[in-house]
């Protein structure tokens, strides 16, 4: 069942944060975070195992609540090179490898 | 990380024809996957490719439509058969390693 991503559209300027939310409504393994820009493959963020945890790499991190099902990416002091259609990719808690990806969060950041 | 090459890059292609898309992998993986991604939209996940059995199928797809080789733990095939212009999508092959799946380029294909 594929995972709701909200919003579905945020338009920041240069420097303000935004926070991309992700549910299931299945237990799960682990949530993929990944950023795709027009015309090219999906590159991979971060990935969340199931344990709650946090992480985060420069100005992107992201949280797991496993018992809500739920995932956040927060991006801090947007930078132009943030826009992008973001997607979350949930692996089912039996963990067989597949991803199903939520329907996207376009950003677009403004100078 | 994984460096994977996809060809064709693009293509477009008459209806009732069958295009195969290649997906090279620099090092050895056990699993491959093949997904399709049409205009506007999220990805969806065609088939896992495991090398030494038969592709396993997500509900919706087929194989006879969808046709995959997996000769060896390097490369793996998509085939696009009978096409029709609902078939115009990005196909992304994908690998696993660790717990982490990276995405080879796509193949933009265009049905006529």
């Known amino acids: 069942q594929q995972p709701v991503q909200s919003p579905q559209a945020v338009i920041l300027r240069e420097g303000e944060d935004a926070v991309i939310n992700c549910s299931s409504s299945k237990a799960l393994y682990s949530v993929h975070w990944y950023r795709q820009k027009h015309g090219e493959a999906p590159i991979f963020l971060m990935i969340l195992l199931k344990g709650g945890e946090q992480k985060g790499h420069d100005k992107i991190s992201a949280s797991f609540n496993e018992k809500k099902q739920q995932s956040s990416l927060y991006l801090t002091a947007s930078q132009l090179s943030y826009s992008g259609t973001y997607f979350c990719?949930?692996?089912?808690?039996?963990?067989?490898?597949?991803?199903?990806f939520g329907q996207g969060t376009t950003l677009q950041v403004k100078p | 990380s994984a460096v994977i090459s996809q060809k064709p890059s693009r293509d477009i292609c008459q209806r009732g024809t069958s295009l195969t898309i290649q997906c090279q992998v620099d090092?050895?993986?056990?699993?491959m996957f093949w997904y399709r991604q049409q205009p506007g939209q999220s990805l969806t996940l065609i088939a896992t490719?495991?090398?030494?059995?038969?592709?396993?199928?997500e509900s919706g797809f087929v194989i006879d439509k969808f046709p995959i080789s997996r000769p060896n733990l390097t490369f793996s095939t998509l085939t696009v058969s009978n096409m029709s212009p609902e078939d115009s999508s990005i196909y992304l092959c994908s690998v696993e390693r660790g717990d982490t799946q990276y995405f080879g380029p796509g193949t933009r294909l265009t049905v006529l």
């Open positions: 490719a495991n090398q030494g059995s038969e592709a396993t199928y």
């Open positions: 990719g949930t692996q089912p808690a039996s963990n067989t490898g597949k991803l199903i």
């Open positions: 090092s050895q993986v056990t699993m």
